[in-house]
């Protein structure tokens, strides 16, 4: 079985770097991962590791460009499209990687200047067909996938932009309909900020103040009634959208982000535990050897007809055959 976790998000919250981390903490836990880069427009040295995959063998934005006279937005979507036409190209490089984790870092913008212009093509995983298409592909070759979306923790910085994060977030996840993960990136610069001042620079003071973001409370868009704010006749009607938005958000509590600080060890090893948990890593491998004995955890795991009780009141497993686990599919 071969394991494909797309990283998406806005641009810059962080997706090479958590690619990066990813590969370090599994090669670190002697798995096997490689890197697949769907930047048509990646600068080479942007990759910490060498890619295994690249698009950028298939197709390359600058000639698209050139060649086409496209612009940067219509040559990126000419690309993928490119790049769903030509999937017998990503079947023959696929084929080599067994068991492994597949990390495709998604691109949402193409140059520098476009990063200026906009905040990123954010509606290439919310609208485009694109990425759902690619995952139907890559199900059909017999990858299982998740979706890891990211947003920086400065986010938080403001609230409007935050919920429009949790909104684009919940767009993209209903767009692909598969297993999915949010990350709140960049958390060292979070607990830093709150840590030395005591009042941190978001408002954020207390674990609870972020508890409120990575659950995304809707009620903080709701302004205190009498305030300036919620006065204003000017703002009346964007009050009225933030209670829609409120609604919507009570309503399909979908999104929630799990805090990533790449400065702790342990906070990837717990975003790659869900993602193992998510894509149910390692479920269908065959055991490599016996074990000797059976340990605490296994025992909640057994059929309790599997069990039964010595002299001394200790648990031990029965004689088993297969029929004792039948009922556990
Ligand atoms: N403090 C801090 N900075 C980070 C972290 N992750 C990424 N950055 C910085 O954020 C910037 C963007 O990071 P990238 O990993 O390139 O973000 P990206 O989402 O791949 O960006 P695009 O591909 O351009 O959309 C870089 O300057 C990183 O050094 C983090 O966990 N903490
Ligand atoms: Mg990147």
Partial sequence: MRYAVLVTGPA?????????ALMTHLRTAKRTGHLVNLDPAANSSAFEYEPAIDIRDLISLDDVMDELGYGPNGGLVYCFEYLLQNM??????????????????????CTER??????????LYTHHPFLPTLVRQLNRLGLRTCGVYLIESQFMEDKYKFFSG???AMSAMVNLEIPWINVMSKMDLVTSNSEDSGSGRNGIRTRK?????LDPDPLLLVSAPGSHEAQTERNSRFHALNQAIVQLIEDHPLVSFLP???TNPDSIETVLSHIDYTMQYGEDEEPKELRP???????FACPSSAIQTTDLGILQPADLDEGDFADME
Wanted: charged residues 30%; glycine residues 10%; contains cysteine.
């Fill in 209 to 213: 103040d972020i508890a409120r973001f």
């Fill in 260 to 262: 990533l600080d790449l």
């Fill in 114 to 123: 476009e990063r200026v212009v906009s905040p990123g093509q954010i509606e």
């Fill in 166 to 168: 949790v909104l684009s």
């Fill in 12 to 20: 810059g919250a962080g997706k090479s770097t958590f690619s990066s």
């Fill in 293 to 299: 004995s059976i340990s605490h955890g296994d025992l």
């Fill in 88 to 109: 017998d190209w990503l079947e023959e490089e696929l084929g080599g990687y067994d068991d492994d984790y597949l990390i495709f870092d998604c691109p949402v913008r």
